[in-house]
């Protein structure tokens, strides 16, 4: 028997970049996007929670927990939109994934990185069952973290090679035009909205602002648009306005965690909207018809942190990427743990010693 029951996989940073490496972004997006489908397939099995959000004046802290009765995963985020001042993420994460039979942690790993990935392809797959059928132009609203991570997975899920970025402000879209040089893109720097979503198939708004606001009107949406609205992901933060909510097919992930963070808080509470696993499973409609237009109103939920997490220690298993770290106390005899402190030294002071001043708040 394993008697390391102290030690759990850790994935740092370090590690999730060189797994992304071995196989290129684009495999991952790919790999990750069928599990994410995989997972929703099989939707039903889940627990479903909306998100635990801690909400303050400079932004949110959120936990996101799932369990399919075999495995549970949660991930810590958090999102601070002025974050890059001072030069910190405006995202950030971690994640574990545990064995439902005995509690015990298996997976500690980044998410910051895996929650870009993961996000990215969530948005290709939805758009496999959305999006006009052979679509190869995006609008990219909004030029910050996420963006590339949108185009690629676009790219290597549907086939999307020519984009027309825009962002407030313009040094984002040539950072975003450099990094995706390479890539195989015809890409086009716009100088407003307007002239992005100009013959764009798919509008993908990826903005950070936390407050309400109009990226798109409803006369820069024509007929046959999918829109890919993944900014919106908190009470009072908006991004699309009203009125093209009421032309679109509205599809959501989880409807109670959406109704008070998406662009649907802005519509009634009873306003119809499909749940996009309905969709995989073939149980709703998606794209009907070509003047059909759709909005995946994406804000992020759980299943698909645990699909990422499933993918990651899958793969951390296979290619040995992970550290060991000594995470849970793993006594000799599991009822005695206050003498594994005393084995290890903790035992009684030579003296009485007076109670330090401590716990503040300062």
Not at 22 to 49: M, N, P, Q, S, Y
Not at 282 to 304: H, K, M, N, P, W
Not at 330 to 349: I, K
């Amino acid at each position: 028997m394993d008697r390391k029951l102290n030690l759990v996989r850790f994935v740092s940073v370090d590690r999730m970049m060189r797994i992304v490496g071995r196989h290129g972004i684009e495999r991952v997006l790919t790999d990750l996007a069928a599990c994410v489908e995989a997972d929703f397939r099989r939707w039903e099995v889940f627990d479903k929670t909306a998100r635990v959000a801690s909400h303050s004046h400079d932004g949110v802290i959120e936990l996101m927990p799932t369990s399919d009765g075999r495995h549970y995963a949660f991930k810590y985020v958090n999102g601070h939109p002025l974050n890059t001042r001072d030069g910190r993420q405006t995202v950030t994460a971690f994640g574990v994934w545990a064995d439902v039979a005995t509690g015990y942690p298996l997976l500690l790993s980044e998410m910051t990185i895996l929650t870009a990935l993961r996000t990215a392809a969530t948005s290709a797959m939805a758009a496999r069952h959305l999006a006009p059928r052979g679509a190869r132009t995006m609008a990219l609203i909004g030029n910050g973290a996420q963006s590339e991570f949108q185009a690629l997975a676009f790219k290597a899920v549907l086939g999307v090679d020519r984009l027309r970025l825009y962002d407030t402000d313009p040094a984002a879209s040539v950072r975003c035009a450099h990094n995706l040089a390479d890539f195989g893109f015809d890409i086009a720097i716009c100088r407003s909205p307007d002239e992005a979503v100009l013959g764009a198939q798919i509008v993908t708004t990826a903005t950070a602002d936390k407050a309400n606001a109009t990226i798109l009107t409803d006369n820069m949406v024509g007929a046959g648009i999918h829109i890919n609205a993944v900014g919106g992901d908190c009470p009072g933060k908006t991004e699309l306005h009203a009125d093209i909510l009421r032309r679109s097919d509205i599809f959501v992930e989880y409807p109670p965690q959406t109704r008070i963070e998406g662009e649907i808080q802005q519509l009634a509470a009873d306003h119809p909207v499909t749940e996009l696993w309905r969709v995989v499973t073939g149980q709703a409609e998606g794209r009907r018809e070509a003047r059909q237009i759709t909005l995946f109103d994406s804000v992020g939920f759980a299943i698909e942190d645990f699909s990422a997490l499933r993918w990651l220690a899958w793969e951390a298993a296979r290619t040995g990427e992970y550290d060991e770290l000594d995470l849970l106390a793993d006594p000799d005899e599991p009822r005695d743990l206050f003498g594994m402190l005393l084995r290890a030294g903790a035992g009684p002071a030579v003296a009485p010693q007076r109670p330090r001043e401590v716990c503040e708040t300062r």
